[in-house]
Structure formats: C-alpha cells, structure tokens
C-alpha cells in the first residue's frame, strides 16, 4: 500500500506529518511525506521556528514524484493542517492528478479547523476553505466534534444531532466520516465517543476519558483509520482498530508523563494494541 500524505511537519515532537507517517509504516505502508509546514516544534509552546511552504512548493515536489512513473500506485491521498488556502487548491490539484493516474485512490482529509474549548485556530480563510472545497472533494474525513459542527453548520448537543449533522456532511460529498472527541450528552463524563459513519451504518465506541490534552493525537487517529479502511473498506472495522490504537498510544502517553505523544516508544500499540473496545452500531 502507498499513501501520499501532506500536512505539517515538525522537526521535535509529533504533529502533522511527524505524527502521521510512522504509525503508517509500522503498519507496512509505504508513505511518500510532503510537508506544508515545517517548524521547529509545534505552535503550543508558544514559540518556534520554521517556515510556511507555498502552493508551488508543494506542486513541484508533487512533480518530481510524478517523473518517477509512480502515481499510479499511489492508494491514497491523506491531507491534515493546511497553512494556507493556496496550499489546499495545490493540495485538491494533488488529489486530482492521483485519482487521474490511479482511479481507484482514496482521498482522505482531516478537516483541521479548530477544536472544543480553542475555537478556531487556523489562518482565515481556511475554514471555509475546508468546508467549500476540501471536504466536498474528499472520500473520507475525520473531525473532531468541534469540526463536524462547523461544517454541518450547527451545534450538536446529542448523539442524534451529531448523526443529523453527520448525514448532512455526507451528503456533500464524503462516502465515510469519523468523528473524534465527541461529547454528547449521552457520553459518560468518564468517557469519550468516536463515531464512524459509511454506507453500512453508524458505528460508535466509546473509551475511557483520560486526563492528557496532547497535540498530534488527531493525525495519529486520521492516519491509523486511513489505512485500516483502505485495508478492509470498512469503517467499523477502521474504527474498531484506530480507537484501540490511539486510545493505547494516549494512555501510555499519560502513564509516562510526557507533553509529547509517545509515537515511538508505544509502536506496538499501532500493530497489537493492548486495550480493545466494543464498536456499537447506534
């Protein structure tokens, strides 16, 4: 399997592309990384260093790949945090020149936009960017709850309204729509929901809520669901998979400490994960 995957990147810790690609590999994917960013560390330290990439960089690298004669091999396509709305036009220009040489691919895109509690973090215009043009062209997506509102366009407070929402999302353009972090008011305050939707049905599990907030969570699960559902076309199966990993991953995390997710040394919770969760059809 290969997937082209191109989101930010940061040289210590793991976000974007530096939390996306090895879960990947470690699942016996080979990933072709282009980075729209690349900062010293990500943004919730306060400080950093690094530069924004533009459209051209991204269209050019994208090129050299291209002469290599391997597009057509090319399974997948995962997009994450975009730095700027020039950057997502090169990126759905990606996406049209895979599916182009491969009509099978698969274009995923984790709509970052913002999160519970935060708002809206990114650069404007992208939001609407993610809404009006990336979502509609993506075969699969994977909000978070504060995201699913935003583009559904209204608040969700329970597990109906976040189907209602989901469903309006749907029919958009997205075949498949994992929804991560959500709180309804059917959630346990012990536990956190992740539901996954596809042609089959709504699937949802439920695991327990952990005391850690640590960023690059996100694009672990977009990737890890990504890749199971390519694997099986399935996204209960995805599901049942990305929630265990990434629950493992979180946990270890938390045991440990650390401000940053253990995305090496838990490893083997990519491959074999240590706690697994009932996926409910609801």
Request: with cysteine; glycine share 10%.
């Amino acid at each position: 399997m290969h997937v082209l995957s191109i989101q930010s990147h940061v040289a210590y810790g793991h976000v974007g592309n530096a939390s996306a690609v090895f879960p990947m590999q470690r699942l016996g994917v080979e990933v072709w990384p282009i980075h729209t960013v690349q900062f010293s560390n990500h943004t919730g330290y306060g400080a950093w260093k690094g530069r924004v990439f533009d459209a051209p960089s991204i269209e050019e690298l994208v090129d050299g790949i291209a002469d290599r004669g391997v597009l057509p091999k090319c399974d997948g396509v995962l997009s994450g945090y975009m730095g700027s709305a020039d950057i997502g036009g090169a990126i759905l220009g990606t996406v049209r020149r895979v599916k182009e040489a491969n009509t099978k691919a698969v274009y995923c895109c984790d709509p970052v936009i913002g999160d519970v509690g935060r708002g809206i973090f990114v650069r404007p215009g992208i939001p609407e960017f993610m809404r009006d043009q990336a979502v509609p062209a993506a075969d699969v997506i994977t909000p978070n709850h504060f995201e699913l509102d935003y583009l559904a366009g209204r608040e969700t407070k329970t597990l109906a309204e976040a189907k209602a929402a989901v469903r309006a999302v749907h029919a958009t353009g997205p075949r498949v729509v994992l929804v991560t972090s959500l709180q309804t008011e059917e959630t346990p305050a012990d536990a956190i929901d992740v539901l996954a939707s596809d042609a089959e049905g709504f699937y949802r599990v439920r695991t327990p809520r952990l005391s850690i907030g640590v960023s690059g969570s996100g694009d672990a699960v977009a990737a890890l669901f990504f890749v199971h559902y390519l694997d099986t076309r399935s996204a209960a199966h995805a599901l049942d998979r990305a929630a265990a990993s990434i629950y493992g991953l979180l946990k270890r995390t938390e045991e440990a400490g650390s401000r940053e997710i253990l995305t090496v040394a838990a490893q083997d919770e990519f491959v074999t994960p240590t706690h697994r969760f009932p996926v409910e059809k609801v």
